[in-house]
């Protein structure tokens, strides 16, 4: 197994946050774990989400969530589940999956969901 902190992960980390779509409209965070990275991108408009990139180093698909922030009035952050995707081939096909949630996929599939479920 590689380091967690080899030069290549550091070099595949960098990559993907330079190609980040609206980066200027994210807080971003990378943090590293025993079984893999992961980068935190947290929405710095009115309706803030956080998304959350995944890569175990046993692995070389991606995985990827969105979570809606809700602030209750003591101003602790409750997290909804929005969107999640696994095995996500490259890095290539997780900018796409990442720009597509940024345009609201992750928003509109949670709603579509949540509508089918009110109707059965």
């Known amino acids: 197994m590689e380091s967690k902190y080899s030069s290549e992960i550091q070099e595949e980390i960098d990559d993907i946050v330079k190609k980040i779509p609206f980066k200027i409209f994210f807080l971003v965070n990378v943090d590293f774990y025993i079984d893999g990275w992961a980068i935190f991108l947290r ?13 175990s180093y046993a692995s070389e698909s991606y995985s990827i969530k ?3 922030i809700k602030i209750d009035n003591l101003e602790k952050e409750d997290y909804i589940e929005l969107y999640f995707k696994e095995d996500i081939a490259n890095s290539d096909l997780l900018i796409k999956e990442l720009r597509e ?4 996929k992750d928003i509109i599939n949670f709603t579509s969901n949540k509508y089918k479920s009110y109707l059965m």
């Open 101 to 104: 949630i940024i345009y609201g």
């Open 66 to 68: 969105s979570f809606e």
């Open 43 to 55: 929405e710095k408009n009115l309706y803030p989400r956080r998304l959350v990139i995944f890569k």
